[in-house]
């Protein structure tokens, strides 16, 4: 990749990651599955298994919102839901090394040029190139924190 913002932008969402995978690790299939808050209306917050496949499928999201703004963009729908907390890790990977590929496409523009670039998503929100990652990066360290907290209790 030549342009460095999006190298490191890269590096941190791989590093914010890392702490889920290692959460996740440490699970069996049936602390993963758990029903963890009783009291939410949101299903991707249930338990660590719809956390993390939402996390996985925001993933691809925010990667196909930036693959849009190529010639050659397909919208890759990740619709799997991973039961075993392992497989849920690999399927974190492929999420990175698929948003890695689509910010490949990108790498030869400026910083500048990037910021050009308005993505409107489906959340009523725009953000630049930038911007969409750095809500990728939070959007892992929060629901890691949410799962921390659900490990508590």
Not at 43 to 66: E, F, M, R, W
Request: proline share 1%; with cysteine.
């Amino acid at each position: 990749m030549k342009n460095r913002m999006l190298v490191a932008i890269m590096v941190e969402y791989r590093r914010a990651t890392v702490e889920l995978k290692n959460i996740t690790s440490n699970l069996n299939e049936d602390e993963f599955s758990k029903i963890r808050d009783l009291k939410t209306i949101d299903p991707d917050c249930k338990s660590i298994l719809t956390v993390v496949n939402h996390c996985i499928q925001c993933g691809y999201t925010y990667a196909n919102y930036i693959d849009a703004l190529t010639k050659d963009s397909t919208w890759l729908e990740y619709d799997k839901t991973n039961t075993n907390p392992l497989l849920a890790i690999e399927e974190l990977d492929k999420m990175l090394d698929y948003t890695e590929s689509i910010l490949e496409k990108i790498s030869h523009f400026t910083d500048k040029e990037l910021q050009q670039f308005q993505i409107k998503v489906r959340w009523q929100v725009t953000y630049d190139v930038e911007q969409l990652l750095e809500h990728a990066i939070v959007h892992v360290l929060r629901h890691r924190l949410q799962i921390e907290n659900f490990l508590k209790d």
